[in-house]
T-cell receptor
Framework: SQQGEEDPQALSIQEGENATMNCSYKTSINNLQWYRQNSGRGLVHLILIRSNEREKHSGRLRVTLDTSKKSSSLLITASRAADTASYFCAPGGQGGKLIFGQGTELSVKP | AAGVIQSPRHLIKEKRETATLKCYPIPRHDTVYWYQQGPGQDPQFLISFYEKMQSDKGSIPDRFSAQQFSDYHSELNMSSLELGDSALYFC??????????????FGEGSRLTVL
């Protein structure tokens, strides 16, 4: 497994705005997952996109994957204060363990 | 739905003491992962078990050991504790087959403070 690199490291927006965070990785993957972590809490799985998929939606979340550029993006639409959290991407390859980067710290102001 | 259970949720120890953390995976999950997250740090993979055998090893100190029992729960044993061991320790579980390409289910973590 490899580590994804999230960008930006921190993002501050107003409630109702969209939030976009990006993830880059180095080698080929089977899938890529996004997780959310509220401060001091466990990580929560948000969405998994497989290497043969280009886009996936789940509620207000939209994830894209560009395997040619080895990058993914997570879009949260109409953000809410409750979306304030750290967001991690985790490229998945052979084996079950996931390696997490430093994440994107999202702050949504009411 | 049942989630991953970790105990204790909070633990305070002195330097050089020993601590044991427990993890109870989601029923029917046979794979357990341990992560350590220091203050302001990203979660670091420590070790994992599949069907009671160690399946992968990360940056786990030699002072730490872990095992998975016949009922699939796992314990992380930490000896000669150091101040730098203060962290949130997460356990995650998955079903073996899905572990190759599936999601991990995390517990709420055990917060260890070493004084």
């Amino acid at each position: 497994s490899q580590q994804g690199e999230e960008d930006p490291q921190a993002l501050s927006i107003q409630e109702g705005e969209n939030a976009t965070m990006n993830c880059s990785y180095k080698t080929s993957i089977n899938n890529l997952q996004w997780y959310r972590q509220n401060s001091g809490r466990g990580l929560v799985h948000l969405i998994l996109i497989r290497s043969n998929e280009r886009e996936k939606h789940s509620g207000r979340l939209r994830v894209t994957l560009d395997t040619s550029k080895k990058s993914s993006s997570l879009l949260i639409t109409a953000s809410r204060a409750a979306d304030t959290a750290s967001y991690f991407c985790a490229p998945g390859g052979q084996g079950g363990k996931l390696i997490f980067g430093q994440g994107t710290e999202l702050s949504v102001k009411p | 739905a049942a989630g991953v259970i970790q105990s204790p949720r909070h633990l305070i120890k002195e330097k050089r003491e020993t601590a044991t953390l427990k993890c109870y995976p989601i029923p029917r999950h046979d794979t357990v992962y341990w992560y350590q997250q220091g203050p302001g740090q990203d979660p670091q993979f420590l070790i994992s078990f599949y069907e009671k055998m160690q399946s992968d090893k990360g940056s786990i100190p030699d002072r730490f050991s872990a095992q998975q029992f016949s009922d699939y729960h796992s314990e992380l044993n930490m000896s000669s504790l150091e101040l730098g061991d203060s962290a949130l320790y997460f356990c995650a579980s998955s079903w073996g087959r899905e572990a190759l390409s599936g999601e991990l289910f995390f517990g709420e973590g055990s917060r260890l403070t070493v004084l």
